[in-house]
């Protein structure tokens, strides 16, 4: 599966963006699909997941209750609404999918085998 992620930007702490990551080449519904950030120096981290037909999401402690995932089959297409944004929220956020993961994996990077190429989110205080 390919992915794209878009709709990262520059935003004031306290505002709101919207990324989206479009899914093509195989099944979307098949795939477990999360969000990811990497902040200057530091690691991957986690963000949230969503499972392949779960309605609920799953997250990082430090975005809960400020960021929602979705997914929409119809569009091939994850989200990731985040409002409430902080500066320490500023990275670049990749979309990941995997087809075989298992709920107990679902927020480590190295469980997850196809990786979009990431768009940059900065927040400014």
């Known amino acids: 599966v390919q992915l794209q992620a878009f709709g990262g930007g520059l935003v004031q702490a306290g505002g709101s963006l919207r990324l989206s990551c479009a899914a093509s080449g195989r099944t979307f519904s098949d795939y477990t699909m999360a969000w990811f950030r990497q902040a200057i120096g530091r690691e991957r981290e986690f963000v949230a997941a969503?499972?392949?037909?779960?309605?609920?999401?799953y997250y990082a402690d430090s975005v809960k209750g400020r960021f929602t995932v979705s997914r929409d089959s119809a569009k091939n297409t994850v989200y990731l609404l985040m409002n409430s944004l902080k500066p320490e929220d500023t990275a670049v956020y990749y979309c990941?999918?995997?087809?075989?993961?298992?709920?107990?994996?679902?927020?480590?990077?190295?469980?997850?085998?196809?990786w979009g190429q990431g768009t940059q989110v900065t927040v400014s205080s």
């Open positions: 990941a999918a995997d087809r075989h993961l298992i709920t107990s994996s679902r927020s480590l990077a190295s469980a997850y085998d196809y």
């Open positions: 969503i499972g392949r037909k779960a309605p609920n999401g």
